[in-house]
């Protein structure tokens, strides 16, 4: 049954509704519509179009529940949806293309330049092209690339040229970083953004970098200060111990490759805590258990019968500590004690006798030393140190045997055993000049010359005056024969090189005199004046070298006992350039007349020195005597 209500239109839209759905059905609010316009549809009949609209359930009677199937219209929007999605996905990829192209052409434009605001090491380079940027940033770290890097540890400074560590800027390789074809959006965000500071590039040399840092190392080096126990005005204390500071050489290292071009200076470099050896703990537990009990009193040595009171400032005048093994240890002057004790006591030593040379029936023999009685520094040192933190403040010790400083078993090392050279020259009728040679004899005899010593007639004879022995007799001063304390001496001196001479000994000095005398042999003879002229030789052997000198059956000799080393061969030349004597005049006030003598000529001696049989040394010497002329003394004049 179909209930008319308004026109013909209404009639078939609500007829249209009522097939749609099963009588009886209710219509959903939702699918509810009501007139807006009239539409002209196929075929001249009039349309009525509804729109959705919420009207309540109970007024809009049954609707069908599919629309849009029931609807003549759906067939059409079907058609308009399938010609709409190509256009839709050509327009999508016409402005995917553009868009690209432009991000493209604008890297491609700008793939050579330095992104805008970009900084390297404090240099601007941004908005530059690679080659302006590449010299720009060299003449800009120019300074900084040249100068050495000052460096500091702690309070400690100093300084390192970038070469050195082999620390090289490649602006080549950080220009080229910032710079080329790259389509990554963030390229491109910093040309239009911006780019701020960026890292430089640099290229290094390991093996440089690890010497130059080790170097550096040493440099920096704050050393720690121990804790230490002393002791001033009688009193003990401890001193304050100090960490120390040394570079980590793997830290710096990595410092200076990342930032020698853009850290502050100066480059603080990184470093680890050095401990003392010695703690405040270890100082602090030394003072109060060693250093301060040994401080608070005197301390008694009783020794042969003797009891001797060292007072507390001698004690700790001669105690000290050290660092053992990471510990204070403490030490006391063992000699210092010795000589404060020989201070206070009377008697308390034997002296003892050095061993020495002597000759019997003309042959060296060994005089043994004669030991004494001293104490042992060390066992002494070490009983005060125990009576010091000990309730009984007495230290115990006994004497000992002192040795010889020159023992027998030192003189019979030096291989004295045979006589290696001697020299005699005959004494002239003057009994004062003879005695002066007798004197100079024993002052020679025995003299010992140690390996590689050099002996001086001079130093052996001691002062050349009266209260030494010796008496005036004739010399030759500036030519002229005149009286002197010595006199006759230089015969003492030239026995004494002639018996070195051939023993092989060095000829470390001696003078020629000016005339010669038939006493002596041409060319080997040396004067001797105290203060000026002096007579050495050197022991040029692996023995000892004890002299013997005596006056006996009108010479003088001197003969050198030891071990023979060296074989000596010598020869002297003949006579050249002889000059015949003349007769001078002379008014000195102090003129002696004399007879012609010798005449002068020059003569050459040769010595050489064998070892083993084979030649080791050669030596030649010309000596120039000058004539002994007649002297005629006139008087003075004016």
């Given at each position: ?73 759906a ?97 080549d ?15 491109l ?78 480059l ?64 006391l002057?063992?000699?210092l ?60 010790v ?9 023992s ?124 000026s ?8 052997t ?18 050198v ?17 002889v000059?015949?004597?003349s ?9 002696l ?41 006139d008087?003075?004049?004016?």
């Open positions: 049954m179909v209930k008319k209500s308004g026109s013909d239109g209404d009639v078939r839209q609500h007829a249209a509704d009522d097939a749609a759905a099963p009588e009886g059905a209710a219509v959903p609010p939702e699918r509810a519509a009501v007139p807006t316009e009239r539409a002209a549809v196929p075929g001249g009949s009039p349309a009525m179009r509804f729109d959705p609209v919420t009207r309540p359930a109970e007024a809009s009677g049954d609707v069908p529940s599919d629309p849009t199937a029931a609807s003549p219209l067939i059409f929007d079907e058609d308009e949806q399938r010609r709409r999605w190509p256009r839709v996905v050509l327009t999508t990829l016409a402005v995917v293309v553009v868009l690209g192209g432009t991000y493209v052409g604008a890297s491609w434009a700008l793939a050579d330049r330095v992104p805008r605001g970009t900084t390297v090491a404090g240099v601007e380079i941004g908005g530059l092209d690679s080659a302006t940027a590449v010299t720009t940033l060299e003449d800009g770290l120019a300074d900084v690339v040249g100068e050495p890097i000052p460096l500091v540890a702690g309070e400690v400074s100093t300084s390192l040229a970038p070469a050195d560590a082999g620390l090289v800027l490649d602006a390789a950080t220009v080229r970083g910032l710079t080329g074809f790259d389509l990554q959006p963030g390229r965000w910093q040309h239009a953004f911006g780019n701020g500071e960026a890292q430089p590039v640099t290229l290094v040399n390991d093996a440089l970098l690890a010497d130059a840092v080790d170097l550096v190392a040493a440099a920096l080096v704050t050393a720690p200060v121990d804790a230490q126990v002393v002791f001033a005005d009688s009193e003990a204390r401890a001193t304050e111990a100090v960490d120390g500071a040394e570079v980590d050489p793997s830290a710096a290292a990595e410092l200076l490759r990342s930032t020698w071009l853009t850290a502050a200076r100066p603080e470099l990184p470093v680890r805590v050095v401990g003392p050896d010695i703690s405040q703990e270890e100082a602090d537990l030394a003072l109060s258990t060693l250093a301060q009990p040994l401080a608070r009193a005197p301390i008694a040595v009783a020794v042969a019968g003797q009891t001797v009171e060292l007072p507390a400032a001698v004690v700790t005048a001669a105690a000290s500590f050290v660092a053992e093994d990471s510990d204070l240890t403490l030490t002057d063992g000699p004690l010795v000589e404060e004790i020989v201070k206070r006591t009377t008697g308390l030593f034997t002296p003892s006798a050095d061993a020495s040379f002597a000759f019997e029936n003309g042959v060296p023999v060994i005089v043994p030393g004669i030991p004494g009685t001293t104490l042992d520094p060390q066992v002494l040192a070490d009983a005060v140190a125990a009576a010091g933190v000990s309730n009984d403040r007495t230290a115990r006994e004497l000992v045997a002192s040795d010889p400083a020159q027998t078993e030192k003189l019979q090392a030096l291989g004295i055993i045979e006589l290696v050279s001697e020299f005699s020259t005959p004494l002239t009728n003057e009994p004062l000049r003879t005695e002066n040679l007798r004197t100079g004899a024993t002052k020679v005899n025995g003299t010992l010359v140690r390996p590689g010593d050099t002996f001086s007639l001079t130093e052996t004879l001691g002062p050349i005056t009266a209260a030494a022995g010796f008496n005036e007799a004739w010399v030759i001063v500036n030519g002229e024969h005149v009286k002197g304390t010595g006199g006759g001496l230089s015969q003492m001196s030239t026995t004494t090189f002639n018996a070195a001479y051939l023993a092989g000994f060095e000829d470390v000095e001696h003078t020629p005199h000016s005339e010669w005398f038939t006493r002596y042999p041409e060319g080997r003879e040396a004067t001797l004046y105290s203060g002229i002096d007579m050495k030789f050197k022991n040029t692996p023995y000892g070298a004890l002299l013997q000198s005596w006056v006996a059956d009108g010479r003088l000799h001197v003969a006992w030891g071990t023979k080393y060296w074989t000596v061969e010598s020869s002297t030349s003949g006579r050249s350039g000059v015949s004597p007769t001078v005049h002379s008014a000195s006030p102090t003129c007349p004399m007879s012609a003598g010798n005449p002068g000529f020059s003569v050459t001696v040769t010595r050489q020195l064998l070892l083993n049989g084979e030649l080791t040394e050669t030596t030649k010497r010309t000596t120039r005597y000058k004539p002994q002329n007649a002297v005629v003394c008087p003075p004049t004016g």
